[in-house]
């Protein structure tokens, strides 16, 4: 079983940055793609980024691209989530997800969620 936690979500000015990081326990997730998901207040959760196991593949939502950026660090068990130019339409509870062992990209379901982190962007 993985156990995903996030943090480094908070307040922030429109146009300023934050990063979310989120860290795997319960077993290594080196061969585990990961992922973040955000749910805005009521709107769907909807897909925000992922990466693969072995960082070749990534995909970003359109809404973030050139804006976010995912990134991971097998050693540490951790992937983090650096989201620049912070707009209002940002604000959301962000949640990290993993996949299963070694699953085929792209992602179609993830195995794991985390409880989330809220982000809010002040305009």
């Known amino acids: 079983q993985v156990r995903l936690v996030e943090s480094g979500g908070g307040l922030v000015q429109a146009g300023g940055s934050l990063r979310l990081s989120c860290a795997a326990s319960g077993r290594t997730v080196s061969r585990n793609a990961m992922g973040w998901f955000r749910q805005a207040p009521g709107k769907e959760r909807e897909f925000v980024a992922a990466?693969?196991?072995?960082?070749?593949?990534?995909d970003y939502a359109d809404s973030v691209k050139g804006r976010f950026t995912i990134s991971r660090d097998n050693a540490k068990n951790t992937v983090y989530l650096q989201m620049n130019n912070l707009k209002s339409a940002d604000t959301a509870v962000y949640y990290c997800?993993?996949?299963?062992?070694?699953?085929?990209?792209?992602?179609?379901?993830?195995?794991?969620w985390g409880q989330g982190t809220q982000v809010t962007v002040s305009s």
């Open positions: 997800v993993a996949s299963t062992y070694a699953a085929a990209w792209p992602i179609r379901t993830w195995a794991y």
């Open positions: 990466r693969s196991w072995s960082g070749v593949n990534t």
